[in-house]
């Protein structure tokens, strides 16, 4: 039977990822397969979710803080343009080297590169919201901190909730050579062409392809929930 | 198996540790050195050719996504139903991580640059493309009417009033695209396309020297990248007094 090579590759990627085959290099021996599949993207779903929350907690409150408060413009913009500069296979060569392989070294490191975005984005999507609302507000009798959490942080939901797309879609991304600083991720089907063979390599990618398109969508469903009804008008 | 670095190390950068565990320099053997001075002093020279490959990456990357991008900006421009896929399409082609984007294109074009350039010009699409549009979009109403008014055409509308006015946006965007491919293009080392990246790779993760120096030279591309640019929208832009 004739196939294409290109349609037998990635059919055979397929396979690789449901069922365990004997890679052309390993001699016999079966790898991947359904079960390691979902081992490795537990993994790359643990490192993601754990840096991403590690760059919300520091990122998001000191991006709303500052922008309410109309002061750090140099550091808030700065680290934002500054953290698309940064290498990912430097923060995960430089991790490795220095501080130490393993989750809890690794997760921070990630985490430095989605602080970054949404740092900036905060910063800027409350700076951007008319300073007669925030008046109002504080006339009625609110807190800053209400201010903050009922008036400036709904109305800069798309700004906000744009610097959390970027930084998960940089943290899935570097996640996948995480396994060079010995965390397990999908990226071991891509990096360990010795062990899982051309058709591991080819299914590394559609699952690291895949699971970053579904968190970005994941992530722009909560934006249009997150989005306040009087908001959607606007722009519509 | 389970230790992807030391095989693949092997394949980019094999006779970087024999170089190394030759050398006899002091400092190469302490291990709490973050910086051995004494190892870079001597192989600095090693970096000129991945430095230069990276350079030639980058720059093709981002000129082929710059006129892609731009014309595709134009395109919108006039058939405004295009908007919203495009955004879309560029959207999806930025979200797909380069390394997968890498592999994924593997059987279609193989190893090497073709693939890293690809990969690298699709990913500047997006931004370039959104900040084009958001360039002609700022444009006033009442500049372009003037413009009209005074006899001028469509064509030399675009050309004459609305991408002048665009050009601070659209050095913004490729400001962006530029920074990024930088970095990005580190890992084009992992299909065999060279780059500073293999200085990284190639150092297996215990000689922190080999990595800061390739860290080092991306910094000062993407601050020379930075002020090329800054300078090219003061020379476009002449009557904004910055």
Known sequence: MNVHPLLASFSGAVEFIFIPQES??????????FDKTMELLVGHIEVTVLALAIALLVGLPLGLYLGHKEKGELVAVGIGNAGRAIPELAVIAL????????LRNVAPALALLGIAPILNNAYVGVRQVDPATVDAARG????????????????????????????????????????????????????????????????????????ALTIEGSLALLQRRLTSDGLKVKTA | ??????????????????????????????????????????NIDRYGTPAQQHLEIVLLSVL????????????????????????AATGILYTIPSIAFFFLLLPLTGFGRDTAVLVLSAYTL?????????????????????????GLTNRQILWKVELPLATPEIIAGLRVATASTIA?????????????????????????????IAVAIIALMVLAFDLLLLTAQRLLTPWRKV
């Open chain 2, 1 to 42: 198996m389970g230790n992807p670095f030391v095989v693949a190390a092997g394949e980019v950068g094999g006779d970087f540790f024999k170089e190394r565990s030759s050398g006899t320099l002091p400092c190469q053997a302490d291990e709490s050195h973050l910086f051995c001075f004494d190892w870079a002093k001597e």
């Open chain 2, 184 to 212: 990005i293009t580190t890992l084009v080392v992992l299909i065999s396309a060279g780059g500073l990246g293999t200085e990284m790779y190639g150092s297996n993760f215990n000689f922190p020297t080999a990595i800061l």
């Open chain 1, 24 to 33: 052309n290099v390993t001699g016999g021996k079966e790898v991947g397969g």
């Open chain 1, 95 to 102: 991790v490795a080297t220095l501080v130490g392989i393993g």
């Open chain 2, 64 to 87: 082929i996504g710059f006129v892609v991008a731009f014309a595709l900006a134009l395109l919108a421009h006039r058939t405004r139903w295009l908007q919203p896929p495009l955004l």
């Open chain 1, 140 to 211: 009625m009798g609110m807190s800053e901190l209400s201010i903050i959490r009922k008036v400036e942080l709904p109305l800069a939901i798309p700004t906000v909730m744009g610097g959390i797309r970027s930084a998960a879609i940089v943290i899935v991304a570097t996640a996948t050579i995480a396994p060079l600083a010995g965390v397990e991720s999908l990226g071991d089907f891509i990096l360990n062409r010795n062990v899982y063979g051309e058709n591991g390599l080819l299914a590394g990618a559609i699952l690291v392809a895949l699971l």
């Open chain 2, 126 to 150: 997006q931004i370039i493309y959104r900040n084009t549009m958001l360039g002609l979009d700022n444009v006033p109403d009442s500049v372009k009417d003037a413009a009209r008014g005074m």
